[in-house]
């Protein structure tokens, strides 16, 4: 889905977020022929981004008929050719993981990087699409805050996966809404089935990025509960 010769002749349509009125007008649509999607699974040593940018273009599917789909990584950041496409692109779909920050992103490594260079080719580009943030804060730094009011767009609702990434994006006087974790979407209509007895096997996860001592203590309680445990490390 990467690159491919020749312009689409059908794009895509979207529907720009636009100021309420007293009086209720018809919404100007806006075609999008070219669509950028940030990655965040390329390059990333966490299995659970993958799984979620697995789910999230499963839901774009449909939404960009015709449109020309290129993408990039999002922990690499832009090159050379990928700066060529964001220039080209109608809109830039930052695609999940917990790529929001209240601290200054440019100055440490990060799941989205953002070089000073592809600023400009970004600037109100990025929508978000079921995106997270990483830790909960008091303030934004100054600099993030005038970065990622510059980045994202304020033309369209931006999706988040968390109550922290939407109060982030509201601060920063941007529209949001917390639709929750893309793999989550699929039960939209109809919640999965969930067994109604105790089974005697158990699935647990622990991530390397924020180790606690508390998850020995859930080891012992899951031994106590579950005779057989299964570990997916992510």
Same mark, same amino acid.
């Given at each position: 889905?990467?690159?491919?010769? #020749?312009?689409?002749?059908?794009g #895509?349509?979207?529907i720009?977020?636009?100021s309420?009125d ?11 022929? =070219?669509? =950028?999607?940030i990655?965040t699974?390329?390059?990333s040593d966490n299995?659970g ?7 999230s273009r499963? +839901?774009l ?5 015709g449109?020309y789909i290129s993408s990039?990584? &999002?922990?690499d &950041? ?9 220039a080209?692109a109608d ?7 917990n790529?929001l920050a209240p601290?200054n992103q440019?100055?440490?490594?990060f ?5 000073r260079r592809d600023?400009?080719?970004l ?8 995106? &997270?943030?990483?830790?909960d ?6 600099r993030?805050?005038?970065l990622l009011k510059r ?6 609702? =931006?999706?988040l996966r968390? #109550?922290?990434g939407?109060?982030?994006v ?6 949001g809404?917390?639709?929750?974790c893309?793999?989550l979407?699929?039960?939209a209509d109809? &919640?999965p089935?969930v ?7 158990v ?5 390397? +990025?924020?180790?606690?001592?508390a998850?020995?203590?859930m080891?012992?309680i899951?031994?106590a509960?579950y005779?057989?445990l299964l570990?997916?490390?992510?």
């Amino acid at each position: 889905e990467c690159e491919h010769s #020749g312009a689409p002749k059908q794009g #895509g349509i979207l529907i720009p977020l636009r100021s309420a009125d007293i009086k209720p007008r018809q919404t100007e649509r806006r075609v999008i022929r =070219h669509v =950028h999607l940030i990655d965040t699974s390329i390059a990333s040593d966490n299995v659970g981004d993958e799984i979620i940018v697995q789910e999230s273009r499963k +839901h774009l599917e449909g939404l960009f008929p015709g449109a020309y789909i290129s993408s990039s990584a &999002g922990h690499d &950041g832009l090159g050379a050719s990928s700066r060529k496409l964001v220039a080209d692109a109608d809109i830039a779909l930052l695609l999940g993981s917990n790529a929001l920050a209240p601290h200054n992103q440019r100055k440490n490594r990060f799941v989205w990087q953002v070089n000073r260079r592809d600023i400009p080719l970004l600037a109100g580009k990025v929508v978000l699409f079921g995106v &997270g943030a990483n830790r909960d804060f008091d303030r934004i730094h100054p600099r993030q805050a005038r970065l990622l009011k510059r980045l994202l767009s304020r033309d369209y609702v =931006h999706s988040l996966r968390d #109550g922290l990434g939407l109060k982030i994006v509201e601060t920063l006087g941007l529209r949001g809404l917390n639709t929750s974790c893309p793999t989550l979407w699929r039960y939209a209509d109809q &919640g999965p089935k969930v067994p109604q007895g105790k089974s005697d096997t158990v699935i647990f996860t622990l991530t390397a +990025h924020k180790a606690d001592p508390a998850d020995a203590a859930m080891l012992d309680i899951l031994r106590a509960q579950y005779d057989r445990l299964l570990f997916w490390p992510q």
